[in-house]
């Protein structure tokens, strides 16, 4: 698929990302002065966040949301310690002792940041809280929409892995093997000029149905030093994403800008989260979908880094991970796992990895998907052409989605149902 470069979408204040066109309601009685009132009706769940002060012009709401510029211009911006460490203090380091310094570095941080951790449902009930307000005004008992998923699942489940190092790269097979005894697959994100890149594994790989995606061009946190640096970058990581025939990124250390990553040929990205505390560029888009980035689609991860759960947090076993899907069930969302086969070399990380598989796998109430197929779904859905309730085929030529109309109702106890 190619991305065409006259889009409309530039901003994270398009129509895809506005509460319309995030739910598709199948509902002609729905106006737009009914959306705007129940928008600033529902602002209330948004408190305590500074997107709220905007909650008279949605659109800038949801861009301040979504692109986290709520948290101010210099969010993308590492404090100088930081980057004094990533860039040259880091690279020296034996593994081990990145951990720990990691943890110093970044203890405290969690009660700097605005957002909840690992569950941050403002946004997602702001999000519900419009839809039943929009039902209460036209007094609908229920109400029909595009449902999130294919098949109408509940809830999206990709898992995706970035390989840091050579030691990672010699692990990938052991984890792939993991995945399709429980008949998943994954993406794995290799650094092109980090190490030696393995072009028969990446081959294989895709042999096996598994995705292969760009992750930064080196590791050595210099990719976002400056707009010029990262522009210079982003024309040798297209160059790969070309040779590797790969359509998705994600950023090292998940240093990010919103504005200088339109320069990347992707279909989509995996640098940004709903909410984690606990990186370099702390924050999050609050959002448990996807949304569009410009001129691709984000997709954010939404479960806790092994790193995280398995090094910092010490966490004996997937509760976490869990508990969390769980949540994401609820509210339909993406389940969206960022791992590392250099932190799951170790047994007992990898044991923790493989009891979630497990889990996971028992459900039958999820649609899984390799990132690529979830961001074309998601582009696809927000294209869908919607004439008298029946939907039409918006993207023919990206393959067979079968849209459902899924339905919307008033609970008892207050808000909705899907
Ligand atoms: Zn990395």
């Known amino acids: 698929m190619t991305i065409s470069s006259d889009s409309t979408v530039t901003d994270p204040s398009a129509d895809e990302n506005q509460p319309?066109?995030?739910?598709?309601?199948?509902?002609?009685?729905?106006?737009?002065?009914?959306?705007?009132?129940?928008?600033?009706?529902a602002t209330g769940c948004l408190e305590g966040l500074p997107a709220a002060e905007h909650c008279a012009d949605s659109r800038r709401m949801m861009a301040d949301i979504l692109s986290e510029i709520q948290f101010g211009?210099?969010?993308w911006r590492l404090s100088r310690i930081k980057e004094l460490y990533y860039r040259l203090v880091r690279p020296l380091l034996p593994n081990f002792l990145r951990t720990s310094l990691r943890t110093v570095l970044l203890s405290g941080q969690r009660n700097e940041c605005a957002l909840n951790w690992p569950i941050e449902d403002r946004y997602v009930r702001f999000q519900f809280e419009i839809v039943a307000r929009l039902m209460a005004k036209r007094h609908l008992d229920s109400i029909s929409y595009i449902s999130f998923w294919p098949a109408g699942k509940q809830f999206a489940f990709v898992l995706t892995h970035d390989i840091e190092t050579e030691d990672g790269q010699s692990f990938v097979r052991?984890?792939?093997?993991?995945?399709?005894?429980?008949?998943?697959?994954?993406?794995?994100?290799?650094?092109?000029?980090?190490?030696?890149?393995?072009?028969?594994?990446?081959?294989?790989?895709?042999?096996?149905?598994?995705?292969v995606g760009v992750h930064g061009l080196k590791h050595d946190g210099r990719l976002f030093s400056s707009k010029a640096v990262f522009?210079?970058?982003?024309?040798?990581?297209?160059?790969?994403?070309?040779?590797?025939?790969?359509?998705?990124?994600?950023?090292?250390?998940?240093?990010?800008n919103p504005e200088w990553m339109q320069a990347l040929e992707i279909e989509y990205d995996l640098s940004f989260f709903d909410t984690d505390p606990?990186?370099?560029m702390p924050?999050?888009?609050?959002?448990?979908?996807?949304?569009?980035?410009?001129?691709?689609?984000?997709?954010?991860?939404?479960l806790a880094q092994d790193h995280t759960l398995m090094v910092t947090r010490a966490e004996r076993t997937p509760?976490?991970?869990?508990?969390?899907?769980?949540?994401?069930?609820?509210?339909?969302?993406?389940?969206?796992?960022?791992?590392?086969?250099?932190?799951?070399?170790?047994?007992?990380?990898?044991?923790?990895?493989?009891?979630?598989?497990?889990?996971?796998?028992?459900?039958?109430d999820y649609w899984h998907a390799l990132p690529r197929e979830a961001a074309r779904w998601w582009r696809a859905r927000a294209a869908a052409n919607v004439k008298n309730g029946t939907i039409g085929?918006?993207?023919?030529?990206?393959?067979?989605?079968?849209?459902?109309?899924?339905?919307?109702?008033?609970?008892?106890?207050?808000?909705?149902?899907?």
Do not use: C
């Open 278 to 280: 606990y990186e370099p």
């Open 319 to 364: 509760r976490v991970w869990l508990e969390k899907v769980e949540f994401i069930r609820r509210y339909h969302g993406l389940a969206l796992l960022n791992a590392h086969p250099d932190y799951l070399r170790a047994p007992r990380h990898l044991a923790i990895y493989e009891t979630f598989l497990k889990s996971v796998s028992e459900r039958s």
């Open 20 to 41: 319309w066109g995030f739910w598709r309601l199948l509902d002609s009685r729905i106006r737009p002065e009914d959306w705007t009132d129940a928008i600033r009706a």
């Open 231 to 256: 522009d210079a970058h982003a024309a040798r990581i297209n160059t790969y994403l070309k040779q590797w025939d790969a359509v998705g990124f994600r950023s090292p250390m998940t240093h990010r």
């Open 73 to 75: 211009p210099n969010h």
């Open 283 to 302: 924050g999050g888009t609050m959002s448990i979908w996807p949304f569009m980035m410009g001129r691709f689609v984000e997709l954010p991860y939404t």
């Open 174 to 211: 052991e984890i792939a093997a993991l995945e399709e005894r429980y008949e998943f697959r994954s993406s794995f994100n290799f650094v092109p000029e980090q190490y030696r890149v393995d072009l028969d594994l990446i081959a294989e790989l895709k042999e096996r149905g598994f995705e």
């Open 393 to 418: 085929k918006a993207h023919p030529a990206e393959g067979e989605f079968d849209f459902t109309v899924g339905s919307i109702r008033l609970a008892d106890e207050g808000g909705i149902v899907l």
